[in-house]
């Protein structure tokens, strides 16, 4: 039996007790997920296991279905409106300025 098949509604293991209990939104996403899978995914596995096609299609369907498109252009929004503040962020959220600044170091190697 798949691990999937051993839970029960309430998201908690149906063997032994669960050591947490799911939030109504954790619950929200695992039903949208699973539906998502056994709709789209499971029917063309075999076309994805061992076919030449790429997978992106259901990807993208994937995103727009479980609002993950609007979730990442609103943060990639955010990050490049931050960047181009001059807070010292790039787009892939990490740090630009030298990682000796701010250490009482100089970047050169003379002093």
């Known amino acids: 039996m798949s691990p999937l098949a051993r839970m029960s509604s309430t998201g908690a293991a149906a063997y032994p007790a669960a050591m947490f209990e799911w939030t109504e939104e954790q619950r929200m996403i695992r039903d949208t997920v699973r539906q998502f899978v056994e709709s789209e995914i499971a029917p063309r596995r075999d076309e994805f296991e061992f076919g030449d096609t790429p997978p992106y299609d259901v990807l993208r369907k994937l995103y727009k279905t479980s609002g993950m498109d609007v979730?990442?252009?609103?943060?990639?929004k955010r990050r490049l409106d931050r960047a181009e503040g001059g807070g010292g962020g790039n787009l892939l959220g990490g740090d630009t300025r030298s990682p000796t600044r701010g250490r009482?170091?100089?970047?050169s190697p003379c002093r």
């Open 104 to 107: 009482g170091r100089t970047a």
């Open 71 to 76: 979730m990442a252009r609103e943060q990639f």
